[in-house]
């Protein structure tokens, strides 16, 4: 396929049979394309997108559901900031205090999870952590870990091929 040089090259799931070195290669070759072809990759891999494109559209029902960066659509579709945070301390005054912070839009237990992990929603482009940081050390709770949490291309593909969305 490549030989004749082709403007473009559509490809249809070209990792999937392959073993992991192989996997790398053809990554790889993909993205050595990228600058100077159009390749059009057609997979369900979402990993692979993320490893090879700079550019997705992601079409639903015969329909383009979203087209950009994967930092783009993250952007599009983020509702707030999200932290993970493990702060050790009796959950409902934890959670009541990180409730105050200014900014603040929710807290919740990380669910599935362990006592004391907890979900800390703020408004968009508002970095809360060092008020949160603050807040935790100044109550006297032991702050474990406290970390961003980013949109997948998985929520992405979900949220943008919803029921509701496509509503």
Do not use: W
Not at 40 to 68: D, F, Y
Request: aromatic share 2%; hydrophobic share 40%; with cysteine.
């Amino acid at each position: 396929a490549l030989v004749h040089e082709p403007d473009v090259l559509i490809l249809d799931e070209p990792t999937v049979g392959l073993d992991p070195k192989q996997i790398i290669e053809i990554r790889e070759v993909i993205k050595g394309l990228g600058g100077e072809h159009t390749v059009i990759l057609s997979t369900h891999i979402l990993p692979e997108v993320s490893m090879t494109c700079g550019q997705l559209v992601i079409i639903n029902n015969g329909r383009i559901a979203g087209e950009g960066t994967p930092e783009s659509l993250m952007a599009q579709l983020k509702e707030g900031e999200v932290l993970r945070a493990h702060i050790d301390g009796p959950s409902t005054e934890v959670s009541e205090m990180i409730a105050k912070i200014e900014g603040v839009l929710d807290v919740a237990q990380e669910p599935g999870s362990e006592e004391g992990i907890y979900l800390v929603t703020s408004l968009p482009g508002q970095d809360v952590r060092d008020a949160l940081t603050r807040q935790v050390v100044d109550g006297g709770f032991s702050l474990r870990e406290l970390r961003p949490l980013d949109m997948t291309l998985e929520d992405i593909f979900l949220s943008l091929t919803s029921e509701e969305v496509a509503a």
